[in-house]
C-alpha cells in the first residue's frame, strides 16, 4: 500500500493539470469531415510512384514541416558527450544478466548536463540487440535491483517534496517493474538500456535547467518558436543513448529497438524519425501528438495538449490549436516517415483519451509508404479485435486494460522484434 500511495502522490506531482473546461469528444459520429493528407502526394501536388523520389523529394520535406511546425529544430549540432561507467555487476536478474550504469556528460557554454543508462544485457549473448526507452520515475524504479544508483536530479525532487532521500529511496525502488518485462527482454537475447527522462529534459513549462539551456545564444531564457521543446529533446537523449551503443562492444547498434509509452512514445516516434540508425520504433499509447490523427479531434487535441503541455512541442505548433484542420499534414506522415524500417504502434481498448482508433487509422494510412518499399502494413481500414495482433512490418494491436505498459504489450514486442531483426 506504500508503494501504491507513492506512485499516485508521483503521478500527481509529473502532470500538469488544466483548469480551463474541456469536453473531449468520443463519439465517432461527431467527428468533423477532413481530408487525409496523401503521403505519397508533394505539397505542390507531384505524385510519389518510386522509392527514390520519396528518399529524395516527399521525405525530406514532410521531416522538414514536422521539425520547423511541430516538434522544433534543434539549433546546433550538439553529440559530444564523455561517459563514465558508475557501477557494473555480472550477476543481474537472477543471475542471468550483466548490468552496467553509464553516465553520459554534456558540456556547452559553461553548463554541464548529465543523464544515467541503466543498462542490463543477457550473458549468453555476445553482442546484444537492444530495447532503449525512457522511464518515468527514475532508473531505479524499473527492477527491483538495490544496486540501481539514484539520479541526482530524482534526489533533487526528493527533497523538494519534503522527503527525505532514504525514504523516497526505500518506497520507490522497483515500483513500476510491471511496466518492463526485464528478464523475459534478457530470455530473448535482447538487452534493455533505460534512463530516467526528466535527466534529460524536466518535464515542466521550463527550459532553464534542461538540455536547451545548453544552446541557448547570450540573453536567451527560452527556444524560438520554430527550436525544439521537451519531446525533441527526449528524442535527442534517445539519440545520445545510441551514439554511446555504437562504441560499445556488447551491443549490436544495428539492431537498437526505441520505445516510449504516452508522452515517451511520442518521443520515441519522433526519434524514429529523426535518426535512421534505430532499427525499429515501438509507439504506445503514444495518442495526440504521438500515433494518432490530430483531425479527428477524438480525447485530447492540439488545443487541449498545447495548453496542458505548452513545453513538449514548439511554439509553432500552436498555430493549430482548434485549428487541426490548417495542418497541411497529419500523424500518419510521422509514422510514414519510418519507413520502411519496422514500427509497432500500440492501443489500449480503454485508453479513450489516446484515440485508439486514431493510431490505428494512423498506423493504416501510413501503410502506403511501407508499401512503396514493398514491406507489409495495415491493410484495412476495419480496426482489428482486442488481442489479435497485426504483426506486420508495420504492426499494430490494441489490447484490453487502460493506459499502460503491460506484459501482454511486451510478449508481442519481443516476439516482433525477433522475427523483424
Not at 60 to 85: C, H, M, Q, R
Not at 364 to 379: C, M, N, P, R, T
Amino acid at each position: 500500500m506504500k508503494k501504491l500511495f507513492f506512485i499516485a502522490i508521483l503521478l500527481l506531482l509529473n502532470t500538469q493539470l488544466s483548469f480551463s473546461q474541456f469536453e473531449p469528444n468520443y463519439d465517432e459520429s461527431k467527428i468533423p469531415n477532413f481530408d487525409i493528407p496523401d503521403p505519397l502526394t508533394t505539397f505542390d501536388g507531384q505524385k510519389i510512384t518510386r522509392k527514390g523520389q520519396w528518399k529524395r523529394i516527399r521525405r525530406p520535406e514532410l521531416y522538414t514541416f514536422f521539425e520547423e511546425n511541430v516538434y522544433g529544430k534543434i539549433p546546433a549540432e550538439f553529440n559530444d558527450f564523455s561517459a563514465k561507467i558508475l557501477e557494473q555487476g555480472e550477476n543481474a536478474i537472477n543471475g542471468k544478466a550483466k548490468r552496467r550504469q553509464v553516465e553520459l556528460s554534456f558540456d556547452r557554454n559553461g553548463r554541464t548536463l548529465h543523464f544515467t543508462m541503466l543498462i542490463y544485457l543477457p550473458k549468453n549473448v555476445k553482442k546484444a540487440p537492444l530495447f532503449l526507452g525512457y522511464n518515468f520515475l527514475g532508473n531505479h524504479t524499473v527492477a527491483d535491483d538495490e544496486n540501481i544508483l539514484i539520479s541526482e536530479a530524482w534526489a533533487r525532487n526528493s527533497d523538494k517534496y519534503g522527503i527525505s532521500g532514504n525514504k523516497f529511496t526505500s518506497a520507490t525502488r522497483g515500483i513500476r517493474t510491471n511496466r518492463w518485462a526485464i528478464e523475459e527482454i534478457i530470455d530473448a537475447g535482447f538487452g534493455l538500456a533505460t534512463i530516467y527522462y526528466g535527466e534529460v529534459d524536466p518535464d515542466k513549462d521550463d527550459f532553464t535547467d534542461g538540455v536547451h539551456s545548453l544552446l541557448y545564444s547570450q540573453g536567451q531564457q527560452k527556444p524560438n518558436d520554430n527550436e525544439w521543446g521537451s519531446l525533441a529533446a527526449w528524442a535527442w537523449g534517445y539519440s545520445r543513448a545510441m551514439d554511446y551503443f555504437e562504441k560499445s562492444k556488447d551491443i549490436n547498434s544495428s539492431k537498437v529497438v526505441v520505445f516510449g509509452h504516452s508522452r515517451l512514445g511520442k518521443a520515441a516516434l519522433w526519434a524514429g524519425a529523426t535518426d535512421e540508425r534505430f532499427a525499429a520504433v515501438i509507439s504506445n499509447d503514444s495518442g495526440c501528438g504521438g500515433a494518432a490523427l490530430s483531425k479527428r479531434k477524438v480525447g485530447e487535441t492540439v488545443g487541449r495538449i498545447n495548453e496542458s503541455f505548452p513545453h513538449w512541442f514548439s511554439g509553432n505548433f500552436k498555430a493549430y490549436n482548434n485549428n487541426e484542420e490548417a495542418l497541411p499534414i497529419d500523424q500518419h506522415e510521422l509514422l510514414a516517415l519510418i519507413a520502411p524500417r519496422p514500427l509497432y504502434v500500440a492501443s489500449a481498448q480503454e485508453d479513450q483519451w489516446a484515440d485508439p482508433k486514431g493510431e490505428f487509422l494512423s498506423a493504416h494510412y501510413a501503410s502506403e509508404v511501407y508499401k512503396l518499399f514493398k514491406k507489409d502494413g495495415i491493410a484495412t481500414d476495419e480496426m482489428p479485435m482486442t488481442n489479435q495482433p497485426i504483426p506486420n512490418t508495420l504492426a499494430y494491436h490494441i489490447r484490453t486494460g487502460i493506459h499502460d505498459v503491460t506484459d501482454y504489450d511486451w510478449e508481442q514486442y519481443i516476439q516482433w522484434a525477433q522475427k523483424q531483426l
